[in-house]
Nanobody, 126 residues
Framework: QLQLEESGGGLVQVGGSLRLSCAVS????????TGWFRRAPGREREGVAS???????YYADSVKGRFTISRDDAKNTLYLQMNSLKPEDTAVYYC????????????????????WGQGTQVTVSS
């Protein structure tokens, strides 16, 4: 059974950094494309970053240059390094596997993602 568990969220000031982790079980990370999406209050879910089995990475324009997705295949763990955080980055962040590209960056629903975790809250204070 595929399970994903996010951690690493918290409260950070504008310009700060956080690293989110997603421990995956029941699934080998490097077999499929995986990713992170977020949901802010009153806003649609947004695909943030994705990584393909070959290591190619993709980002939403809103986070490009600030966020980095990576994975540790030995630990079967997905990461999201978030730098230069802004108040508009405040959201609950979820890891998802597998994800369908490029649909993942247009819509987050059962056609674009398979399974996701419980989420971790990121709050950026100004």
């Amino acid at each position: 059974q595929l399970q994903l568990e996010e951690s690493g969220g918290g409260l950070v000031q504008v310009g700060g950094s956080l690293r989110l982790s997603c421990a995956v079980s029941g699934f080998t990370l490097d077999d499929y494309s995986t990713g992170w999406f977020r949901r802010a209050p009153g806003r649609e879910r947004e695909g943030v970053a994705s990584i393909k089995p070959n290591g190619d990475t993709y980002y939403a324009d809103s986070v490009k240059g600030r966020f980095t997705i990576s994975r540790d295949d030995a630990k079967n763990t997905l990461y999201l390094q978030m730098n230069s955080l802004k108040p508009e980055d405040t959201a609950v962040y979820y890891c998802a596997a597998p994800v369908v590209l490029p649909l993942f960056f247009s819509v987050i629903n059962p056609t674009s993602i398979g399974t996701w975790g419980q989420g971790t809250q990121v709050t950026v204070s100004s």
